[in-house]
Nanobody, 122 residues
Framework: QVQLVESGGGLVQAGGSLRLSCAASGRTFSTIAMGWFRQAPEKKRELVAYISRRGTTYYTDSVKGRFTISRDNAKNMVYLQMNSLKPEDTAVYYC????????????????WGQGTQVTVSS
């Protein structure tokens, strides 16, 4: 139903900003919850943020106040604006989607992007 393609990763200095973009194909995009996950070396994959089909958002404690997730259903796009980046934000970031936020919380999204590397230097 949905295919996801990510862009926007790269290398940035601590304190800088990046915006990740996820372009979705498929006519059911507006009906699903979307989220961003990340996985750092030697760490488990974690849910960074999600946004429901109606716009309800969630953020993990470590990024609250710094990251903002948003979606544009008319354009089939989801974004993650990352400000005040820290070296501990370094990870591969994945765009994911599923019918419910609960599935994303459980880490079992039905749709996944290819991942994009974010590296924050100190």
């Amino acid at each position: 139903q949905v295919q996801l393609v990510e862009s926007g990763g790269g290398l940035v200095q601590a304190g800088g900003s990046l915006r990740l973009s996820c372009a979705a194909s498929g006519r059911t995009f507006s009906t699903i919850a979307m989220g961003w996950f990340r996985q750092a070396p030697e760490k488990k994959r974690e849910l960074v943020a999600y946004i429901s089909r109606r716009g309800t958002t969630y953020y993990t404690d470590s990024v609250k106040g710094r990251f903002t997730i948003s979606r544009d259903n008319a354009k089939n796009m989801v974004y993650l604006q990352m400000n005040s980046l820290k070296p501990e934000d370094t990870a591969v970031y994945y765009c994911a989607g599923d019918l419910t936020p609960g599935a994303l919380i459980a880490g079992t999204g039905d749709y996944w992007g290819q991942g994009t590397q974010v590296t924050v230097s100190s």
